[in-house]
């Protein structure tokens, strides 16, 4: 049974840029969260989709925005990329039923 | 509002010896709470989760973790720990109402060696 898949593993953007990340939830989930985890943090909360709407939204700007398919699986797109927008993406799957959270391995993204 | 504390940044046992990571957490409603291990460069593995029920709550690899509602704590622990257990460690808690249902907020995390 497959987990969370994340795609790249690794990415290196210039100020300016736009960038997308993406995630496959693991078989049986259909809620996708992103978080941010910037180095020596722990993971901050980004958005959560479900039903391919977004439906909880942390403390970050629009330049952060989403979209969820109706295979579950979803993007993270940032615009305008900066410097501090350097970290680890991780993207967590879940289901209503099981209150259980599975992460993927993350996308390191660094913003030069 | 939700929170989380870890108030160790690091933990430093002996091979064979016990080993607690500490975790307290702040919530409205009743908590959720989780304990996940991090490996350099690597995602977030879960270890236990408390939802209801008992308060020990035995989870991978030998860990297992305490729930205590009136200090609002739920410190991971482990009777014997191994080399390989020497990691970052994250507590996590989410509420089980609100606005903020389904969001995970994290502590800082705990690094935990374990030497020979």
């Known amino acids: 049974d497959a987990g969370v898949t994340q795609s790249p593993t690794h990415l290196i953007k210039t100020r300016g840029q736009q960038v997308t990340l993406r995630c496959s939830p693991k078989?049986?989930?259909?809620?996708v969260s992103w978080y941010q985890q910037a180095l020596g943090q722990g993971p901050q909360f980004i958005f959560q989709?479900?039903?391919?709407?977004?439906?909880q939204r942390g403390n970050f700007p629009d330049r952060f925005s989403g979209h969820q398919f109706p295979n579950y699986s979803s993007e993270l797109n940032v615009n305008a990329l900066l410097l501090g927008d350097s970290a680890l993406y991780l993207c967590a799957s879940s289901s209503d039923e099981n209150y259980g959270y599975t992460f993927g391995s993350g996308t390191r993204l660094t913003v030069v | 509002a939700q929170s989380v504390a870890q108030p160790e940044d690091q933990v430093n046992v002996a091979e064979g010896n016990p080993l607690t990571v500490k975790c307290t957490y702040s919530?409205?409603?009743?908590?959720?709470l989780f304990w996940y291990v991090q490996y350099p460069n690597r995602g977030l593995q879960f270890l236990l989760k408390y939802i209801t029920g008992d308060n020990l709550v035995k989870g991978s690899y030998g860990f297992e973790a305490e729930f205590n509602k009136s200090q609002t704590s739920f410190h991971l622990k482990k009777p014997s720990a191994l080399v390989s257990d020497s990691a970052l460690y994250f507590c996590?808690?989410?509420?089980?109402?609100?606005?903020?249902?389904?969001?995970?907020?994290f502590g800082r995390g705990t690094q935990l060696t374990v030497w020979p």
């Open positions: 989709y479900y039903e391919e709407e977004e439906r």
């Open positions: 078989s049986g989930h259909d809620t």
């Open positions: 919530v409205s409603g009743n908590p959720y």
């Open positions: 996590a808690v989410r509420s089980d109402r609100g606005s903020t249902l389904g969001r995970l907020y």
